[in-house]
């Protein structure tokens, strides 16, 4: 691990050059405010951010974007711990026991082991993303396109099936994103494809204005005049009364050791997030409690468990991302779109040809979770009064914002109008009860796929079989099997999921 | 058992439509995206397995969606009603239309007139979408956005927008 040792040393060269520690703390604080402010979702936040990037070196924009993701998930415990609002869906079960410990007197308490167990869930995960990321994508470097095609099946299908909401919906959305994926200029042919005639759909669909679309007029839609009446009774709080008690640490500290390695473990299994990751945990802490009925009433390892997971496996989702060009959820495929955007050819090279956005990624990553800790602990009350915010003001503001966001990306109001487009349908497809995240993921990955199964059936004279003849790409296409048998069992043999996963549109 | 989410959870009654029939709308729509998407792709060339053409990816997913679409529409009938409450909230179209309506405003004063009327305009607009926002308070809100708006993307980001210009 010598060589690890050396370039990670590299990598803290990169991450502490004045611009980029610059657009990391832009990053982890635009992601912090996002997370406390009541409905406002990372995917929108990324999305409105990721335009004005274009022009900046990549190293940085990454860095960014990247902040916004793991900063989200400290503002979100905020919100959720205080005013029992799970603004953000991997803290949805950290309300359960966090918001009986404000009401008891104990919120300062609640965050303090929050903050606690997110750094060390995090520098957990970062740890497991120096040692596994290189080791995956040494083993990945030998893919042929078969290979990749079948991963990518992988990915796609653990995406739709393990996610929120109903598998069969799922699927048909990734299909939906691969479609979208595939509008414009055809890259080996050049005849265009579902433009419609639009000179506009040339390039494709916009990135930005698909997922502002989605994520955020949809929700807007959805959501005007129909928010819950926020009860701020109890977000007050001091500093030092975020100092855990010696019995609290006590009492947190195994569960936080329980949620970090859950958290490690979901994010290793494409497809399953943060928000999987905390509801396993929470689940798993209340089986293995001797009183398991004081969960719900401010049990301190309810607050501790999910909190360690979420953020240990936050940071271990970048390992498919960055080691096989694979994301995880739409949140990382909004990052693989911006590393794509930023000429980046991601993949398993991509740490060996881009070490410094790999490396300055992990160092970024250890300085970005102690800004957030300064950030956090001196000035929560700042944050608390963030969250007054009511959510009448804030809409008309990002709708401002998603405008403006989406004109810059490439100086053209037609995506504007692309993007309102997309929000009435992301809306209906709420409705419907769809999903809309795996769109994300099946868009990013649409062109590639294609790329990669006419140039595995070129290979193999247009032979299909050659998806089961080579060894690797076989043991992928049987995890598909096994993951759609996974779901006709759970169909068949339960009539209720097993935890409770809160249906809802931002990730 | 639902949360009370930011988005969607208030408010929100049961039983106006019923899932199944939900599942059969959902349905229906994927398979006519599926069969648009593949009639569409089948206009393209075809080509071979060996060597596919621009049209054979498409159709082969358009298909698929049509399938999965019937797979939907499908399990409907399986009894999945308890599984959740149906969730269906009376339509909101003042909401709704001046959220639209604000971004479209946006796309039409940045082409003619510029930053700061496209700016004052979408914000105002959206905000009277909300049935507790005074007109007053969408106008305070508005032009707060709009110096803001100015001083970061005209002044600070440069964005190709005049601030006022048709």
């Known amino acids: ?507 | 058992m639902t949360h009370a989410w930011v988005g969607g959870g208030a408010g929100e009654s049961t039983g106006v439509i019923k899932p199944n029939r939900l599942d059969y709308y959902a349905g229906g729509l994927v398979m006519l995206l599926g069969i648009g998407a593949a009639y569409t792709g089948s206009g393209y060339e075809m080509g071979s397995l060996t060597r596919m053409g621009p049209g054979f990816f498409p159709t082969a997913l358009g298909v698929l969606l049509a399938f999965v679409g019937v797979l939907i529409a499908g399990s409907a009938s399986f009894g999945e009603a308890d599984e959740v409450h149906a969730t269906s909230t009376p339509p909101d179209w003042r909401g709704w239309i001046c959220i639209i309506a604000g971004a479209l405003l946006f796309v039409l004063f940045a082409s003619h007139g510029g930053l700061l009327l496209a700016t004052f305009s979408c914000v105002f607009v959206a905000a009277m979408g909300d049935r507790t926002n005074t007109w007053k308070q969408a106008a305070l809100l508005a032009a707060g956005v709009t110096v803001f708006g100015i001083v970061v993307f005209a002044y600070g980001l440069r964005v190709q927008i005049p601030i006022v210009g048709f």
């Open chain 1, 1 to 507: 691990m010598e060589i690890g040792f050396t370039d990670l040393i590299q990598g803290f060269g990169v991450a502490l050059q004045p611009h980029n520690l610059l657009y990391c703390f832009i990053g982890v604080m635009v992601g912090n405010l996002v997370g406390v402010l009541p409905g406002m979702g990372v995917l929108s936040a990324v999305s409105i951010l990721l335009p004005l990037t274009y022009g900046m070196p990549p190293v940085g924009a990454i860095l960014m974007i990247a902040g916004i993701f793991y900063g989200a998930q400290y503002g979100g415990a905020i919100c959720s711990i205080l005013l029992n609002l799970p603004c953000h869906p991997p803290h949805a079960v950290t309300c359960l026991d966090g918001f009986p410990l404000t009401q008891q007197g104990k919120g300062g308490v609640a965050l303090g082991i929050t903050m606690i167990a997110a750094l060390f869930g995090a520098a957990f995960g970062i740890i497991q993303m120096i040692f596994m990321a290189p080791y995956i994508a040494n083993i990945a470097y030998s893919f042929g396109a078969a290979e990749i095609c079948s991963l990518m099946l992988v990915g796609l299908l653990a995406g739709a099936t393990l996610a929120k909401g109903s598998p069969l919906k799922g699927v048909a959305m990734t299909i939906l994103g691969l479609l979208l994926g595939l509008v414009g200029q055809d890259i080996n042919t050049g005849i265009e494809r579902f433009t419609f005639g639009l000179l506009d759909l040339d390039d494709g669909v916009e990135l930005v204005a698909l997922s502002l679309g989605l994520f955020g007029i949809a929700e807007f839609l959805r959501s005007v005049n129909n928010t819950a009446p926020i009860n701020t009774a109890y977000a007050k709080l001091r500093v030092s009364d975020m100092r855990p008690s010696k019995a609290e640490m006590k009492q947190a500290a195994f569960p936080i050791l329980r949620g970090t390695l859950i958290g490690s473990l979901c994010s290793l299994i494409p497809g399953t997030g943060p928000t999987i990751a905390s509801f396993v945990a929470y689940a798993a802490e209340k089986k293995i409690a001797k009183k398991p009925e004081r969960f719900g009433r401010g049990a301190i390892e309810g607050v501790a468990s999910p909190e360690a997971s979420t953020h240990s496996s936050v940071q271990g989702d970048f390992i498919p991302t960055m080691s096989l060009g694979i994301p995880g959820d739409a949140a990382m495929a909004l990052l693989l779109g911006a590393l794509i955007i930023h000429g980046i050819q991601p993949g398993p090279r991509l740490i060996v040809e881009h070490a410094d956005i790999f490396w300055g990624l992990i160092a970024s990553f250890w300085l970005g979770n102690i800004m957030l800790i300064i950030l956090n602990v001196p000035m929560i009350g700042i944050w608390v009064k963030m969250l007054m915010v009511p959510y009448r003001y804030l809409y008309p503001t990002a709708l401002f914002f998603i405008c403006i966001g989406v004109f810059a990306a490439k100086n053209t109001l037609f995506d504007v109008v692309m993007t309102v487009f997309f929000g009435v349908f992301g809306y209906i497809l709420l409705k419907l009860r769809f999903e809309p995240a795996p769109i994300l993921l099946g868009f990013v990955l649409g062109p590639r796929l294609e790329e990669n199964f006419r140039r595995s059936l070129l290979i193999s004279r247009g032979d299909l079989m050659t998806f089961i003849d080579r060894p690797i790409s076989a043991f992928f296409l049987a995890v598909c099997v096994l993951l759609i048998a996974m779901q006709i069992w759970v169909r068949f043999k339960r009539k209720k999921p097993p935890i409770l996963i809160p249906d809802t549109a931002y990730e």
